[in-house]
């Protein structure tokens, strides 16, 4: 009889813990970012630099935009202004199809993350000059991400890096100051 007691008292609570203020959260999708997203997002993140897939583009939400002012600087002849997206949704999948960075992302380290955007730092070494250029470049990302459809999208990106083991890697060259 106390066994009986005990499983109907637990049953209770467990049928309790499923509704919070009369609504069912057993069937709401969670709207907030959890670490395994974190992890999971990260590693769609490091594919699409490494590997893309035109079934990655389902992960960039409409409103995308990719800040990275470590490129920007670099841009033929004498750079971009500093603080704009070097790519938005369209012009990110385009690059990825037609020019991929074939990029081995290395995630290093999480940093934090909140509901809807998370952080990290990585390492990587470029595949097309690995033989003649062993610069590894280390940056770090922050991304943002809206559930939509049930499926989270990256919003943005925003990733600073070693931009002269970068230079250096992709076959660049630069002149150091002599003092």
Known sequence: MRFFS????????????LSVNGRDVSVEPKKCL??????DLAGVYATM???WTDDLAKYIHPSFLDF???INVLIPP????????IFNATSFVDHQKTQPDDLPV?????GPFNCNSFSFTWTATFKKFAATVEKTVRGVT????????GQWQFTS???????????????GSITRPSS
Request: charged share 20%.
């Open 6 to 17: 005990a499983l109907t008292l637990a049953a209770g609570a467990s049928a309790a813990a």
């Open 34 to 39: 959890c670490k395994s997203d974190v992890e």
């Open 106 to 110: 290395k995630i290093e380290k999480y």
């Open 49 to 51: 630099l490494d590997n």
């Open 68 to 70: 990275a002012d470590s």
């Open 157 to 171: 990106f925003d990733v600073e890096f070693n931009n002269i083991n970068f230079l250096l890697a992709i076959g």
């Open 142 to 149: 922050i991304i943002n991400v809206v559930k939509s459809e």
């Open 78 to 85: 004498n750079g971009l202004d500093t603080g704009f997206p």
